[in-house]
């Protein structure tokens, strides 16, 4: 028998800035409208628009199917488009900065200091992941003393 893998259950989401997903929605309509008007009018530049216009329907499903960030009970996880996931697992995390320009300042336990982009993402909750963040690294490092 295969063992069994354990089912991570998220524990908060933090969402997307939805003008960016309607933005993203719209620029694929455009480019997929394109493409068919050229195949309809048999010319040739309808092939070569094609291919952006798949990897753009593509990516925007993705986007609108994935949240940006989610917290895991050891790590979490940004999923800021479909070529650019990181994790960040919370033992290796030292400090957590300020969120500032649309980036937020990560200090690991080895003194690296790292920016994650974080642009994309609902205004209301640039807050709401730092807060989180900061709580499950403090867990994480009351868990690392014990």
Not at 47 to 58: E, G, T
Request: glycine share 2%; proline share 3%; aromatic share 14%.
């Amino acid at each position: 028998m295969k063992k069994t893998e354990k089912v991570e259950i998220p524990l908060v989401n933090i969402e997307r800035n939805p003008l960016m997903l309607l933005l993203w929605v719209v620029c694929n309509a455009g480019i997929a409208y394109l493409t068919y008007h050229f195949f309809k009018n048999m010319n040739p530049w309808g092939f070569i628009i094609m291919i952006p216009a798949v990897i753009m329907s593509f990516l925007t499903l993705w986007l609108l199917l994935n949240p940006f960030a989610i917290f895991f009970e050891d790590k979490l996880e940004f999923k800021q488009s479909f070529f650019n996931n990181s994790t960040l697992y919370f033992i290796d995390v030292k400090q957590v900065m300020e969120v500032k320009n649309n980036r937020l300042k990560i200090i690991y336990n080895d003194d690296d200091m790292d920016a994650f982009i974080i642009y994309g993402i609902k205004s209301s909750h640039k807050e709401l992941l730092k807060k989180h963040l900061e709580t499950f690294v403090t867990e994480s490092i009351e868990k690392r003393k014990n």
